[in-house]
C-alpha cells in the first residue's frame, strides 16, 4: 500500500486538488491522506464542503493580515509532526502559494518525494506574481514528479534542465472541477437584479496589486459603469481586509455594482457562465474563462497563463486606470472586438487531468 499525502492551503489549491483527492481515494492500492495549513479559513471550508473532502490533518496556520514570514514559518513549524505520524511515500502539492513552497521544503529536508501539480508555470519575473514565482521556481528544484497542464510548462521545466521522465502533461485539474460544477438550468436570485443587464464579474487580490495599482482597477472600473447604465457587476470580493477596505472606499454604495462574499465554487462557477466578460487578476480564473468562452481583461503586468492569451479570451491590461478603462469600453462598445475574444478553446485540457495524474502515479510511485 502506498501512502500519499496532499497538502493544500487556499481556495484555488483546494478547488484544484479536491478532484484528484477524490480520485485518488477511489484508487486501489493507495493510502490517500488530505492536510490542510489553514492558509485559508473560510474560504477553503468553502471547497471542501462542496468537494466532501474532510481533512486528516489541519495545521489551522492563518492569522488576519498574515505574512509571508508568519505562513512559512508556521507551516515549516507544524507540518513535520504530520509527516512523522503518516509517513507517506510522496507528498503531492499544487501551484504556488507559500503552502505550496514551505510544504515542499519540509518535505525536501525529510527526505519525501515531491509532486507538483500544476508544474511549469512561468513568467520568469520574481516580482510579478509576487511572491508565486519564486515559489513555483523553487518547487520545481525538488519535486521529483511534475504534472503540467501543457506543452508549454513541460518545455520550462525542460529548458530549466528538468528530467523529461518526471514531466507529465496532463492538463489542469481546474478543468476537471468546472466540468462538474457548470449547469445551463443554473439560477441565483442575483440574476433576477441583473435582469437584461450585461453581467461583468469581478475579482481582484494579489499582492503586489495591494494598494495604489488596487485603487486603479476599481476607479476604472468606476468610470465604465458610470457611463454605461447597462451594465451590472458582481465582485465576489476576498476576504483579505486590505482588499475590503480598498473596495468599499472606491465603490462604496453603487446601484450597479454588488460588492459579495466570496461564492462557493459551484456559484462562482455559474456566475462566471452567466457573465458578459471578466476582470480580474487571479490565475485560476484565467484558466477557467477560455472553456466557457468569457473574455478576461487580465488586470495584471504578466501572465503565466499565455495558453488563454494565444487563444484569444485574455488580455493582459496592467494596472493603470487608463488602460483598464479603454480595454473595457472598447469590449463594451466594439462587438467585433467582443466576438474575437469569445470564442470558446479549451487550452487546458479535456477534464481527465486527475484521472491521468492517478494513473501515472500508479505507474511510477
Ligand atoms: C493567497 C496566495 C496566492 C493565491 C491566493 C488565492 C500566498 C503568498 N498567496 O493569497 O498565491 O493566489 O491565496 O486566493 O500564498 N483571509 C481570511 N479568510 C480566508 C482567507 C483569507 O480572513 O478564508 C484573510 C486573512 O486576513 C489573511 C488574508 O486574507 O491574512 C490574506 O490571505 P493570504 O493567504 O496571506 O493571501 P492571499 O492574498 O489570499
Ligand atoms: N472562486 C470561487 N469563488 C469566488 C471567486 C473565485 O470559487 O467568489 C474560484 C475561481 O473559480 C477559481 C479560484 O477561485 O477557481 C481562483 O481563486 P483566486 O482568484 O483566489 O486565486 P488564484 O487563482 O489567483 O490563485
Redesign the pocket.
Known sequence: MKQVLLVFG????A??MCPLVNKLKQTNGFDVKVCVTGQHKE?LQ??LDVFNVIPDYDLEIMQPNQTLFTITTSILDKIKTVFDDYEPDVVLVH???TTTFATSLAAFYSGIKVGHVEAGLRTYNLQS?FP?EFNRQAVSIVSDFNFTPTEVSKNYLLSEGKKEETIFVTGNT?ID??KTTVDSAYHHDLFDWVGDSKLIMI?A??RENLGQPMKNMFKAIKRVLTENPDVKAIY???KNPLVRDTAKEIFGDDDQLKL??????????N??NKSYLIL?????????APSLGKPVLVMRDTTERPEGVMAGTLKLVGTEEENIYENFTLLLSDDKEYAKMSQASNPYGDGTASEQIVKILVENL
Do not use: N, Y
Open positions: 487556499t481556495r484555488p489549491e478547488i484544484k474560504m468553502q471547497v501551484g504556488d502559494t506574481p508565486e481546474a472541477a468546472l475579482t487580490h494579489r465576489p470580493i476576498h459579495i462574499e466570496p461564492l462557493e465554487v459551484i456559484d462562482f462557477h456566475f462566471l480580474t487578476d487571479s490565475g485560476g480564473i484565467q484558466e477557467e
